[in-house]
């Protein structure tokens, strides 16, 4: 991921653009065995195409975009959360929100708790 700066060198104050760039890791996965290189990965470990699906699903072209990204961390939440005990007890909504992830959990005694996630990059 790469922050753009504005015209003056200076990063934005707000919602900076997040240029992605897919990098080569094959002399890393050589040397440490701990990722796989998303370009030219020599076997068949990575479905298909798996960069371009990453790309699809987390990004506008070759930026970051932030709904995408909440959308997906919205998702993961809630699968993990079916996996896990208090989902018996509790009953998570996902709410409504383009810029961050927000949840409601609530509880068989009717307590409800509210919580949001903000996602945020810096260098």
């Known amino acids: 991921f790469i922050l753009e700066e504005d015209t003056t060198g200076q990063l934005p104050a707000t919602c900076p653009s997040i240029h992605v760039e897919l990098e080569c890791l094959c002399s890393r996965e050589q040397l ?9 990965h020599p076997d068949d470990k990575l479905p298909r195409d798996q960069s371009s699906w990453l ?3 987390l990004c506008t072209r070759s930026y970051l975009d932030a709904e995408k990204v909440v959308c997906w961390v919205q998702g993961l939440v809630r699968s993990a959360w079916l996996l896990l005990p208090q989902s018996h007890h ?9 810029q961050s992830c927000r949840f409601l959990l609530t509880g068989i005694s009717s307590v409800n708790i509210r919580t949001e996630m903000i996602l945020a990059a810096h260098d």
């Open 90 to 98: 509790w009953q998570l909504t996902v709410l409504p929100s383009s």
């Open 32 to 40: 440490l065995g701990d990722m796989s290189c998303f370009l030219h």
């Open 55 to 57: 790309l699809r699903s």
